[in-house]
């Protein structure tokens, strides 16, 4: 079935690094892809997001990467503060329909100081 | 951004009780919610859609008569656990849809453990 799914269920880096999350979809039909962050006992944050025409986007400190052949996603993160600690997932959107989202596994990131 | 609020952030309930969770778009209204379902270190699972003023879309595998979704206004939206079970602890959490943004904007989240 359709699925979005996740290479590395942790990540450790250090402070002043930069984190690459990375993320498979397996549904080539869908067009728009969002990054989020959740902290603990809270709901998902907003990060970045991607739609299918497009093979890169950059926000501040953070940049998607989207290779379509593939069915690859990656986040990534410059210089990893603390404050980035949190699970990451991406997210897929289905059947057109804003917000009706596909989550991937989710990635921990933790940075170390 | 939209602001979308849940409320309880956190409830305890005895088995075999019910619990409604509600689902608040604050600075907009909603025609259409979702709620998920996250077990510790798991990810996000669509439980459900929710449609302001008709029946609510379940996923495969929900069932219906145990999670009842309720969409009365463009900005509430309930979801009540019936007759919960142990196995029903969860967090639970809402997003609406907000038709003008591309992205989906999230509640909180709910902490139902059932005792």
């Known amino acids: 079935g359709e699925s979005v799914g996740l290479h590395l269920p942790t990540l450790s880096v250090q402070e002043g690094d930069n984190s690459i999350i990375n993320c498979a979809y397996s549904n080539s039909a869908s067009d728009y892809f969002i990054w989020y962050k959740q902290e603990s006992g809270k709901g998902p944050q907003f990060i970045i997001d991607i739609r299918s025409n497009m093979d890169k986007r950059q926000g501040q400190r953070v940049t998607v990467l989207l290779n379509k052949t593939v069915k690859h996603l990656s986040l990534q993160i410059a210089a990893t503060q603390p404050g980035d600690s949190a699970v990451y997932f991406c997210?897929?959107?289905?059947?057109?329909?804003?917000?009706?989202?596909?989550f991937g596994q989710g990635t921990e990131l933790s940075v170390k100081p | 951004g939209a602001v979308v609020s849940q409320h309880p952030s956190w409830v305890i309930c005895k088995s075999g009780t019910s619990v409604k969770i509600e689902c608040r778009s604050l600075?907009?209204?909603?025609?259409?919610m979702f709620w998920y379902r996250q077990f510790p270190k798991q990810s996000l699972m669509l439980m459900a859609t929710?449609?302001?003023?008709?029946?609510?879309?379940?996923e495969q595998g929900v069932e219906k008569d145990k999670f009842l979704i309720n969409h009365a206004s463009l900005t509430l939206s309930t979801l009540t656990v019936t007759s919960a079970h142990p196995e029903d602890s969860s967090f639970y959490i809402c997003s609406a849809d907000t038709g003008g943004f591309t992205e989906a904007f999230f509640g909180q989240g709910t902490r139902l453990t059932v005792v």
């Open positions: 997210a897929e959107e289905t059947d057109n329909q804003g917000g009706k989202l596909i």
């Open positions: 929710s449609n302001e003023g008709s029946k609510a879309t379940y």
């Open positions: 600075d907009f209204q909603a025609t259409t």
